[in-house]
């Protein structure tokens, strides 16, 4: 084609020959200038593709990504005991502890596991108000009375209103520790998930001592339990102390109409916390409890309808603690109120594990710590029914 119009050009005038030369020519250079361009262009994709495929699939999460560092040092000071990795991380979020502590921040996976463990346990926390904090204490502020209020009108003179009594409740935070303990060849084995392993031990054991704590605890290095807070007969119980309502029986219920009693402790509870309210007892007074019918013979116990929900007993939920006391004489087996009102647990978020290799070779021990406080924060929110 080329050949043809140059011979055509040949018998075309000199200028107008030269130029249609001179644009074939350089229509010639700009096709092969393209063609290498896009050559270029193809071999620069392939290689990128190749690369892209060769690569390791990025994280699925900026998260997961961030966390990583810290899941990893975790893992090789749990089982070979270098914590260089953790005294070399950045201290904001996932830093280790001073030295005053004596222990490192657990990985984000194993803290989570056992703080799941522990809201699912038949403890007080799934109807008390849990609070996380950051310092050593908690405070807040009860409204021991109404508001004050009255009623007014265009020309009369109003009159003062009371003043209501507002009561300062300090919730302290204290150490809770467990030590599981793990043999060196088990933490060499790499199958072996060193850390829901030990997400399971350390949760078994905090679950075990908190549950006792929000019951029965004394409050000295430890919660204090709504069983050891101040109690006085309901006619006669101020505004600081729980009520109490009698079973009507000698260490046991009343032989006849048993369940009076425990109508009588529903109601003894004020109208505005028996919406929120739910008893709580243990397996052998949930037993004896279950057996009793009303007039018409008919259960007041109702067993749940669906997984995890609750049974009731006289239309309100029943929480199963196995560290609420037996009926006998004098023992209050039976709670009943709002606990998201009457009881505050406070926890800080933090679990720290140190490993101890020393103590008891050939087994490595794992000192795990969490602190955690609980208290009575408006007594009138509950009620206590005691076997005379």
Known sequence: MTEVKAAAGADMPGDLGAEMLGFVNELKAFRTDIQ?????????MTMLDRKTLSRARAPLSAEADAGAPHQKAFDAYIRHGDDGALRGLPLEGKAMTSSSDGGFLAAPTVALQVQDALNVTASLRRVANVVTVESANFEMLVDMGDIASGWSTEAGTQAETGTSTVQRVVIPVHELSAMPKASQRLLDDAAFDV??????????KFARAEATAFIS?????????????AK??????????????ASGGDGDFAATNPANALIDLVYALGAQYRANASFVMNSKTAAAVRKMRDTDGRFLWADSLAMGQPPQLLGYPVLLCEDMPDIARG?????????????????????????DPFSAKPHVLFY????VGGGVTDARAIKLMVFG
């Open 36 to 44: 290498k361009r896009l050559e270029a262009q193809e071999q620069r």
């Open 195 to 204: 850390e829901s392993w030990l997400a399971g031990r350390i949760a078994e």
């Open 217 to 229: 605890g004394d409050g000295v290095n430890k919660p204090k339990g709504f069983l050891t807070h």
């Open 232 to 245: 006085a007969a309901n006619a006669s119980a101020t505004n600081v102390q729980i009520g109490t309502i």
């Open 331 to 355: 023992s209050f087996s039976i709670a009943f109120g709002d606990f998201k009102s009457a009881y505050t647990i406070v926890e800080r978020p933090d679990l720290r594990v140190l490993r």
């Open 368 to 371: 795990a710590t969490k602190r």
